[in-house]
């Protein structure tokens, strides 16, 4: 998908939008929110106090298996991230009249004290998928929301971060599942056309790194016997699924591509696939941004079974 130089989302929007893959309610929605995402990012490259991470401590979390960001050292601005949530709620409201009675005790909650924006971006952050069930019968929002709403509360900053040190990273000492920027899953796949090595898209900072090539992007899962895949009859696309965790990520197999000359761009390669999510969750299987609890542990660098 091509980018447009005066106004790329709004660009990629409508190109998606004349494809007619999904409802133009949900885009609208979705457009609004990335426009939201840009201009807070845009705030942060002007002024937030960047992280200054060394090229050295860059190498060490690298080869011991830590991911660069965390909850201790992420540099939130508490102005910027209160001034996001209350736009998020405005935007998750108009497009969802349904939400209106979450989103008052989302915004009631808040003033209360008993939501703080850098909290719920420190928990999800941390993985911890109990601390949201706990706050969603608190306050009485669903728990998918809160989620929701928080992960669009991290994404600029992540995304900011990820900008500045994902290209500093040797992927080759980093086996994980998860991002070496933030820690978090990957959402979309890719399969490159040359070498067949895969690509995972980090969910939340939009990073990239290699992982495996035969094994669940989740729960790591290499049996050969619980893996299976699910191909597109025509186009680049296919899933791949897990039946020990029940996940399924989507894979773009450049291969199987006409034209890969043009810049892919997680997000927008997401929402144009939506049909094969809708396939997936029909066969029983889901997407989640928590680790399933058999995820197996972290691998250490030195496995020899990397991009197999
Ligand atoms: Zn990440
Ligand atoms: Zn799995």
Not at 148 to 174: G, R, V
Not at 217 to 234: G, P, Q, R, S, V
Request: one cysteine or more; charged letters at 25%; a negative charge.
């Amino acid at each position: 998908m091509k980018m447009a130089n005066n106004d790329p989302a709004t660009f990629l929007f409508n190109a998606l939008k004349a494809k007619k893959l999904i409802s133009s309610d949900r885009l609208d929605f979705f457009r609004d929110i990335v426009l939201l995402q840009h201009r807070i990012k845009k705030k942060l490259h002007k002024a937030h106090p960047p992280l200054n991470l060394s090229d050295e401590f860059i190498s060490k979390h690298i080869r011991k298996g830590c991911p660069l960001i965390s909850g201790n050292n992420l540099p939130l601005d508490e102005r910027i991230l209160d001034e996001l949530l209350q736009d998020l709620l405005t935007i998750v409201q108009q497009h969802d009249s349904s939400t209106g009675e979450e989103i008052a005790n989302i915004g009631f909650a808040h003033r209360n004290g008993d939501i703080n924006p850098a909290v719920l971006v420190g928990r999800l952050l941390a993985q911890d998928s109990r601390y949201f069930k706990f706050l969603s019968k608190a306050i009485g929002v669903r728990w998918d929301l809160l989620v929701y709403m928080s992960l669009s509360l991290a994404k600029p900053f992540l995304e900011h971060l990820s900008s500045l040190f994902n290209d500093k990273i040797d992927d080759s000492f980093w086996l994980k599942n998860s991002c070496p920027v933030c820690g978090s899953l990957a959402h979309i796949a890719r399969l490159d056309k040359e070498d067949g090595k895969r690509l995972l898209y980090c969910q939340l900072c939009s990073g990239k790194w290699h992982f495996a090539r035969i094994k669940c992007a989740f729960c790591c899962n290499a049996d050969a016997k619980n893996l299976k895949i699910m191909e597109e009859t025509e186009g680049p696309y296919r899933v791949d699924l897990c039946d020990q965790c029940g996940r399924y990520i989507k894979t773009f197999v450049e291969r199987k591509a006409i034209d890969v000359s043009e810049e892919f761009i997680p997000l927008m390669e997401d929402l144009a696939t939506t049909y094969l999510d809708i396939l997936a969750e029909q066969e029983g299987y889901e997407r989640s941004f928590f680790s399933p609890p058999e995820a197996e542990p972290c691998q250490v660098p030195g496995d020899s079974e990397f991009f197999h």
